[in-house]
């Protein structure tokens, strides 16, 4: 069972930016394939979001948010981020952190991987 630990959320204006951050166990973290940010809003279904492939350093973006969120890793901490910039009001919903979990275009999850944190929330207001 995994275990991580997200944080960074919070209110920020449109046009404002934030720092997502997961932490996993050493284990966890050597052990996974992927480590991602998805997202979900209230009535609406978990969508993927971004994703870095632990040992390569290659990224995905859903394509919304491309050229405003960047994923990077630090493999030392066993610590994946997700920097916004730009953000905007449909930017809003619970952000959680994922192991070995995938989506493909358009943000559609995929069923399986690993496990999944608590989440961490993020409201922008416009």
């Known amino acids: 069972q995994v275990q991580l630990v997200e944080s960074g959320g919070g209110s920020v204006q449109a046009g404002g930016s934030l720092r997502l951050s997961c932490t996993a166990s050493?284990?966890?973290?050597?052990?996974?394939?992927?480590m991602g940010w998805f997202r979900q809003a209230p009535g609406k279904e978990r969508e993927g979001v971004a994703v870095?492939?632990?040992?390569?350093?290659?990224?995905y973006y859903l394509e919304s948010v491309e050229g405003r969120f960047t994923i990077s890793r630090d493999n030392a901490k066993s610590t994946v981020y997700l920097q916004m910039n730009s953000l905007k009001p449909e930017d809003s919903a619970m952000y959680y952190c994922a192991v070995d979990v995938h989506f493909v275009p358009k943000g559609r999850v995929v069923p399986g991987g690993r496990g999944w944190g608590q989440g961490t929330l993020v409201t922008v207001s416009a």
């Open positions: 870095i492939y632990t040992r390569t350093g290659t990224t």
């Open positions: 050493a284990y966890t973290y050597r052990m996974s394939e992927c």
